[in-house]
């Protein structure tokens, strides 16, 4: 209540006394969003971790199935890997 009136007798005092809690608002929103970014770049971070473990997984899983593939029938695995080769290397040359 004194910071009222003395503010009404100088006005050039209440606009300091707004100017420090608009600045004091403003850190603790700079704040709030510091934590929110850190919070979200962990998660980011987590997200492409869980990724990148499924990827190694299938990609394990895909190389087993063409392994196993290959020692259960090696002469049309060959065909099969021959004609892809000659389709790109036709296909290069156009």
């Not at 997200?47 to 090696?74: F, H, Y």
Request: hydrophobic letters at 45%; glycine letters at 6%.
């Amino acid at each position: 209540m004194a910071d009222e009136k003395l503010a009404a007798v100088n006005p050039e005092l209440g606009a300091e006394n707004r100017t420090a809690e608009a600045q004091t608002e403003l850190e603790a929103q700079v704040a709030d969003l510091r934590a929110e970014i850190a919070r979200l770049t962990e998660t980011v971070s987590a997200i492409g971790s869980g990724a990148k473990a499924v990827v190694q997984g299938e990609a394990e899983l895909m190389t087993e199935r063409v392994r196993e593939r290959v020692r259960e029938d090696p002469i049309s695995t060959l065909l099969t890997v021959a004609g892809v080769a000659f389709l790109f290397g036709v296909l290069a040359r156009r």
